[in-house]
């Protein structure tokens, strides 16, 4: 997908290293931790689940992190936690980068052309879209939804999040529309969805990486937020907002039912922002 | 040089100050040790009790007000013509004396002289008759006025066509006479409920939005913003002489359990209930708050509603099925302490549980043959059969109710029933439940409004609490012969018939299944050792009217907690160098 050049920048970048590698582990743990631990997140412990004191069990050599507050398996449950987690932030993130590149695009390349009312009409809604507060706008979307599934939570945070996508590639596209080859292939008598398929869609494809890659790392947080409002994904399906919502009001006897999920949000999205970061760097070419 | 090294000096030392201010006031026990001691000495008066709600309170009317938190601040306020003692055996209050008549129909109620309202007036008999009518008033939004609906006159009354209410006949400045059109068993604990103290002049005769609350109580309103605070302060010129002990209290609104917590670590919460699982563990485990605070007896009933209208429940062996795959132990051990185990309708607290006492009880195996009566057989070792559809499962948006249906949830899954949980908002919750055949089944919870069985069947279980919308009766669930024997156990005037009534009521609930029981819920409550005269009262929730501070040793203790950091600190200070580091960031501005 990167080019030699960029590839290159992208590897001689600590942070975007470091980022990439948070991001692998972050896939192992999802797709391989379930099956080390052999344990069912959502089945209750009770033999084995509480200490002498009453209260949740910490390490064992059955539950290697403990168990949470209803005596299930902490590590099987942050591990498919990540699999919710990564699933609806990549999926939303496609489905926002597919609606907001298809908006820019078309937008972008009727814009002062015949089709200038299309560009007008697009913009004004992206404009409407980007008045409202985002993380509002996805709670009361989420809340009329009401029963929530992880399709419905994926297609809410993927189609309130697309506006800037939409706007920052309209921008690239009035861009590119212009240059020499874009012309020629319009005298040669492309058609528009050719060219903006072929020619153009190709171009706006760097910052296209970019906005997603930083967009999983939002689509992360937008999730936990929903789950931790207890808005989100419904019981009992693991997810690390509704962990960490559930973990607070046992922080002073077992912090680790609210630090672990934490740590998670806080590694994947960190994760995912450096790469970003990184690839925004290596894309550039103003670094060589 | 010289100069970065002093700022890494100031820095560590900023480190080290901080290190030991926060951690000056901890202990092995993970929660800070009590405030002061408890000295055995005489009441005292002076002092201002602060505590907190996790609610809000939304009226302090006693006409409207009947929620969990209204409930405490009203026991200040207004006073009752009978209440409870400490023991939870009635006794008149502002009644001198109550008789009853032998065909338990009449309640003639003698009132003491010279009780003066908050307001400056004499109570008299005709208060207490203005205060009734303002209630049962067809005007006014009171949330039970069937409760009173056997006084003679009430319908006439209520619905507009008498002007007084017949039944409640002043005859003599000090006495007050009830005539009930049939008898109730349980009218004496209804006029227990601070629905119906006598009220203030001002209040006038019928509802009004802006009426200050005012009453008989021991305490006067003086502050109250929704969400933020409730303030009182003492009567001075209350009817008990010497009483209350307390200037003040301040009893903090929508405070999160956590923050009480610390704010009751730090003293400027003296008394608090509503700790969360995690804290309540640790200062029952700690060894410096060993034998003090107390559990307040749990009036509530939790389990599972099963609509009777809607499949699968419609389907008598589904819901047996139901009853006997819950382990309500399991579900009780999430919390322990707190939660306990419920077998039966009616709380231990109203009637004691008993060996052969009937209730549900929790039978893998026969909850399988039930499955199988119902035509879902169910095999565990291969996983098939079982009922084919998932069934919607309506829990409401706290802590518990989410927790419990998830462990339902599982047990369930044992025998081949699969529940979808659907969380919700409270209102929600009651729009839901309460519609027709739009639930198959959910949480659901009962807390007594008064301490009788008669309350745990009538408003929840019985065919005339069923309704289109809003019914309290969620399982919809209507058995002609427990309707039969409710009315005849409120007619009837002998407690032990009355007893063996419910007993049935309880085996006809058991077998017909119309709810799971699965829990109760009890609070741990802990107040400071310079608190005293404080004990939960059996029936009254956070009744403090009684409470007394040991002033001088709160003010004591107080100030030796806030030496605790210093101390510390000058701890720190005298060892060497960390002590001239600190010395020097604590001078350095």
């Known amino acids: 997908m990167l080019d030699p050049r960029a590839a290159r920048r992208f590897k001689k970048n600590r942070g975007a290293v470091v980022g990439l590698f948070l991001v692998i582990l972050l896939v192992l743990f999802a797709l391989f931790a379930p099956a080390l631990t052999g344990q069912d997140p959502n089945l209750s412990d009770f033999a084995h689940g509480q200490n002498a004191l009453g209260q949740p069990a910490g390490v064992s050599s059955l539950h290697w992190m403990g168990v949470d507050q209803l005596y299930r398996d902490l590590l099987s449950r942050l591990a498919y936690g990540a699999r919710v987690s990564l699933l609806i932030a990549f999926f939303a993130t496609g489905l926002s980068i597919g609606v ?21 009409a697009l913009m004004r809604f992206v404009d409407v879209g980007l008045s409202f507060p985002y993380l509002l706008l996805v709670m009361a979307i989420g809340a009329a939804v009401g029963r929530t599934t992880i399709v419905t939570i994926l297609m809410v945070l993927g189609l309130t999040s697309w506006f800037g996508t939409a706007r920052i590639i309209r921008s690239k596209t009035i861009q590119v529309r212009s240059l020499d080859f874009i012309v020629a292939s319009r005298a040669l008598g492309q058609s528009t969805w050719r060219i903006l398929a072929r020619h153009i869609l190709p171009n706006v494809a760097g910052p296209l990486i970019v906005i997603a890659s930083a967009s999983v790392a939002q689509m992360i947080i937008a999730e936990s937020v929903l789950s931790y409002l207890q808005v989100g994904l419904p019981p009992p399906t693991p997810s690390w907002g509704s962990m960490l919502q559930e973990g607070q009001h046992y922080l002073t006897i077992a912090p680790r039912l609210a630090v672990a999920p934490g740590f998670m949000i806080f590694l994947s999205v960190i994760g995912f922002n450096l790469v970003g970061e990184g690839l925004r760097d290596a894309l550039d070419p103003h670094e060589d | 040089m010289r ?50 709600f996790f609610v809000d309170v939304r009226s302090l009317d006693s006409a409207t007000a009947f929620d969990t938190g209204s409930a405490a601040i009203e026991l200040l306020i207004y006073d009752t013509l009978v209440s409870y003692d400490q023991k939870g055996h009635m006794k008149p209050l502002l009644a001198e004396s109550v008789d009853v008549s032998p065909d338990g ?57 008498a002007k007084h209410l ?31 103290a006598p009220v203030c002049r001002t209040a006038g005769r019928k509802y009004n939005r802006e009426f200050s609350p005012c009453g008989a109580g021991a305490y006067k309103l003086v502050r109250f913003e929704h969400g933020q605070v409730i303030e009182l302060e003492r009567n001075q010129g209350y009817w008990q002489k010497g009483k209350p002990y307390l200037d003040r209290i301040v009893w903090y609104l929508s405070m999160q359990s956590y923050t009480q917590r610390f704010k009751f670590e730090d003293g400027q919460i003296d008394y608090m209930r509503e700790f969360n699982e995690a804290d309540s563990m640790l200062y029952r485990s700690a060894k410096s708050w060993r ?14 509603f099963l609509n009777c209208q809607m499949a699968p429940f419609d389907n008598l062996h589904m819901r047996r099925a139901v009853t006997f795959a819950i382990n309500r132990k399991q579900i009780a051990s999430v919390r322990p302490g707190h939660v306990r185990p419920q077998y039966k309708v009616v709380p231990n607290a109203i009637i004691p549980e008993s060996p052969g006492y009937p209730g549900q009880r929790y039978d893998y195996q026969r909850a399988l043959e039930e499955m199988r009566l119902a035509g879902y057989p169910y095999d565990p070792k291969t996983g098939k059969g079982g009922y084919p559809h998932t069934i ?24 081949g029933i699969h529940i979808e949980i659907q969380v919700v908002g409270y209102p929600t919750y009651l729009a839901k439940a309460g519609r027709k055949h739009t639930v ?45 024997l409710l009315v005849k156990a409120r007619d009837s005037q002998d407690q032990a018939a009355r007893l063996g009534m419910y007993r049935h009521a309880e085996q006809i609930v058991a077998d017909q299944a119309p709810w799971a029981t699965t829990h109760s819920y009890r609070y741990f409550e802990l107040w400071q050792p310079y608190v005293h005269g404080y004990r939960p009262n059996p029936i009254l929730q956070q009744d403090v009217r009684n409470m007394w501070f040991d002033t001088a040793e709160r003010k004591r203790a107080l100030a030796d907690n806030c030496l605790g950091p210093i101390r510390a600190l000058s701890r720190l200070c005298r060892r060497g160098r960390a002590g001239s580091t600190i010395a020097l960031a604590l001078g350095s501005r």
């Open chain 2, 440 to 484: 198959q089944m959910g949480v659901v919870g009962w807390n007594a409004d008064y301490p009788d069985a008669s309350d745990f069947f009538e408003p929840i279980l019985s065919t005339s609490a069923i309704q289109p919308e809003n019914s309290q009766n969620a399982a919809f669930f209507s058995n002609k012969e427990l309707d039969a």
């Open chain 2, 3 to 52: 100069s970065i090294r002093t700022r890494t000096e100031r820095a560590l030392g900023v480190l080290a100050a901080v290190v030991a201010l926060a951690t000056s006031g901890c202990s092995k026990d993970g929660v800070r040790p009590p405030i002061g001691h408890a000295r055995d000495i005489p009441p005292q008066h002076g002092g201002v009790l602060h505590t907190a």
């Open chain 2, 105 to 161: 129909r009449h309640y003639t109620f003698t009132l003491r002289r010279g009780v003066v309202m908050q307001d400056g007036n004499e109570l008299q008999a005709s208060d207490v008759k203005r205060s009734l009518e303002r209630v049962l008033d067809s005007g006014t939004p009171c949330p039970v006025p069937s409760f009173y609906d056997r006084i003679a006159g009430y319908k006439a009354f209520h619905n507009g066509k």
């Open chain 2, 291 to 304: 034998g003090m605070g107390a559990w307040e007896p749990s009036m509530l009933t939790a389990g599972v």
């Open chain 1, 100 to 120: 907001g590149a298809l908006v820019g695009l078309v937008s972008g390349y009727a814009e002062s052309t015949r089709g200038q009312g299309v560009d007008t």
């Open chain 2, 166 to 196: 017949a039944g409640v006949r002043v005859t003599g400045d000090y006495t007050v006479v009830i005539d009930l059109a049939e008898p109730d068993a349980t009218f004496m604990q209804k006029m227990a409920l601070p629905i119906t």
């Open chain 2, 392 to 415: 919607g499962y309506l829990a409401v948006l706290d802590a518990f109710s989410s927790q419990s249906a998830q462990i339902v949830q599982q047990q369930l899954a044992r025998i």
